[in-house]
């Protein structure tokens, strides 16, 4: 899309080319008498839309009054992290930003009720305050708490689960207007299903959490030749609280990251900038694309030059860092005991197919749930996390990839991009039938349906 001073340039240059007023070109951008749409488009610029309304309800109740008098499909936002087409309508779309914040909390049970407009970057401290901690968090903080949990959003721990697992309770707003609570023992079968719901079911309003103690971790960061890494893999997920590794194509070279409990005081040393270490892979991936031997070379003597890095910090100050430069994603989520064979076979893809593949790969590990529509549904997880620059086309890295992800039984991360059908679903989740009576039920005229959805549940 283009800036407002690029539209601009062009409006003058057809005016000139044409001879008409300004004027007359700007009021034929629309239709007589039609509003104006805002456009919308996600973090990585890679989904868009221009919805006919935008709200922003205040409170629980504008809410419902909202989703009663809106007319065509109606899609809930957060911050747009999610790279696949979840959100875009051209109908009415809903902004839960100004529902945030910890609601109340039970101190004897650990528990917070928190709206689901909240960042989760924006939880640390408020739930510290009231001596609780999330028990997990993943690697960027600036989803919404209802749009991390729609998606089975996680971080890494092969004993920890995805947020969504997490969930003790929860509201939301039906096609009716009508305000729902379910937990697990009061509406169960919603409970299952709406705790990875896609905002399919309805608009989540608040969310009850099991939380933790406040606890402090130590981060060691480490760059490996990545098949040391690859050997201990396994070890290290059963070994660390959470584990997770990075492999940098074309480098021979992989990031090690792990996180342990600790009563150490809080200490750090210089930390390498990721943003600007995207940038740098870029750069000599540009000036050395054309010897894989010599970018290797260069690759591993500068990843062998940076020091290991250690971080004793709060949990929730410890396991997010900035993603400033922008991209697109696929993950695919495999059964654990597949998943370092489908990632030696994506190796050896990207180093003979793509020389122009520069952002590292990221492997991390999830624990299973039960949750109708998770990834991690009854099985333990190896998670592999493909990424591409978003100035750049994606799609030919993605459709070689995702054959392999298939091959090996992985189910898609529902916020990244894939290409899977009603068809594909069904057969990697057994409650896929179940979910889409319940959301037929709940939403019968398709209310919460954009396109990608209707496809998925009503094909």
Not at 273 to 289: F, M
């Amino acid at each position: 899309m283009p800036n407002r001073r690029e539209f601009l340039k062009r409006l003058v240059a057809v005016a000139a080319a044409t001879s008409l007023p300004l004027e007359s070109l700007l009021a034929t951008t629309r239709e007589a008498g039609a509003p104006r749409r805002l456009p919308w488009k996600n973090w990585s610029g890679s989904q868009t839309c221009h919805p006919l309304n935008r709200l922003a309800p205040a409170s629980v109740a504008e809410l419902q009054e909202q989703v009663r008098n809106a007319s065509g499909v109606i899609r809930a936002v957060g911050s747009g992290h999610s790279f696949s087409p979840l959100v875009p309508t051209d109908d009415t779309l809903i902004a839960l930003h100004r529902l945030s914040g910890v609601l109340s909390h039970d101190d004897d049970r650990v528990q917070a009720t928190i709206a689901a407009g909240t960042r989760l970057g924006q939880l640390g401290q408020p739930l510290e305050a009231l001596n609780q901690a999330l028990i997990n968090m993943p690697d960027i903080d600036q989803q919404t708490l209802a749009g991390s949990l729609a998606t089975a959003t996680h971080g890494t721990g092969a004993g920890l689960t995805c947020l969504s697992a997490n969930i003790e309770a929860l509201s939301l707003v039906t096609a009716s207007g009508e305000l729902m609570h379910c937990s697990r023992d009061h509406n169960r079968d919603l409970f299952q299903a709406a705790r990875v719901g896609l905002g399919s079911l309805g608009i989540v309003t608040d969310v009850t959490l099991q939380n933790t103690r406040p606890y402090r971790l130590k981060r060691v960061s480490e760059w490996l030749p990545i098949e040391d890494i690859l050997a201990n893999a396994q070890e290290n997920a059963d070994r660390y609280r959470n584990f997770e590794f990075f492999y940098i194509p074309f480098s021979g070279m992989g990031l090690c990251d792990t996180h342990e409990l600790t009563d150490e005081p809080l200490s750090s040393t210089d930390t390498f900038d990721q943003n600007d270490g995207a940038r740098d892979l870029q750069t000599i991936r540009d000036l050395l694309d054309w010897s894989p031997s010599l970018r290797r070379m260069v690759l591993k003597g500068i990843l062998n030059s940076i020091d290991r890095e250690v971080k004793v910090a709060s949990s929730w100050q410890n396991y997010t860092s900035d993603r400033n430069v922008r991209f697109n994603e696929m993950e695919y989520h495999l059964p654990r005991e597949e998943g370092l064979k489908a990632l030696a076979e994506i190796r050896d893809l990207i180093e003979h197919r793509f020389p122009e593949v520069f952002f590292p790969l990221e492997v991390r590990f999830v624990r299973g749930d039960d949750i109708w529509l998770s990834p991690f549904y009854k099985r333990d997880t190896l998670s592999i996390a493909v990424h591409r620059f978003f100035e750049e086309d994606y799609q030919p890295l993605f459709q070689a990839i995702e054959p392999v992800f298939r091959r090996y039984g992985g189910r898609p991360h529902w916020g990244k991009l894939n290409t899977c059908t009603a068809t594909d679903f069904a057969d990697l989740y057994p409650r896929w039938e179940e979910f889409r009576a319940l959301r037929q039920q709940m939403d019968p005229q398709g209310r919460f349906l954009n396109v990608y959805l209707q496809g998925l549940f009503n094909g």
